[in-house]
């Protein structure tokens, strides 16, 4: 079972309703598996620094494309051997939810900032102003 809780004064409570919690006696230990959750907006400021970096460069016709790339230049891939033609492709690391906690995440999207910094040619403090603008 997965829940969502929240640290508090009295403890660990969980975010809305959770049954398994409501039945737990005083003094029951449980196991957790602690995972940081992900923040819907800081996510959503990832696809805006992408954008951003889209609508500012020349080379791609496809922003999906673009995406792939700049995690892949930021180091986050696996390495994929196609036993078929022999070929070995690099694939992006997926960003989804539930593929990375938010520390993960925050990494991933600092990197990939550099690698736009880069890109446009400016510094990340500059490319961080517009993206809370663009946005």
């Not at 609508?55 to 790339?69: F, G, P, S, V």
């Not at 989804?96 to 900032?113: K, T």
């Amino acid at each position: 079972m997965k829940a969502l809780f929240k640290k508090t004064l009295g403890g660990l409570r969980p975010v809305g309703e959770c049954k398994a919690y409501d039945k737990l006696e005083l003094n029951d230990q449980i196991e957790i598996d602690i995972k940081m959750a992900r923040n819907y907006k800081f996510h959503k400021k990832m696809f805006a620094l992408i954008k951003l970096c889209y609508e500012n460069q020349e080379h791609y016709n496809n922003m999906e494309h673009l995406r792939k790339d700049l995690i892949k230049a930021a180091g986050f891939y696996s390495e994929r051997k196609n036993h078929i033609s022999g070929e070995t492709s690099l694939e992006a690391d997926s960003i989804s939810f539930s593929s990375m906690d938010e520390a993960e995440f925050s990494e991933v999207y600092n990197r990939v900032l550099d690698v736009v910094s880069e890109l446009l040619g400016s510094n990340s403090e500059e490319i961080r102003d517009e993206v809370l603008q663009f946005g």
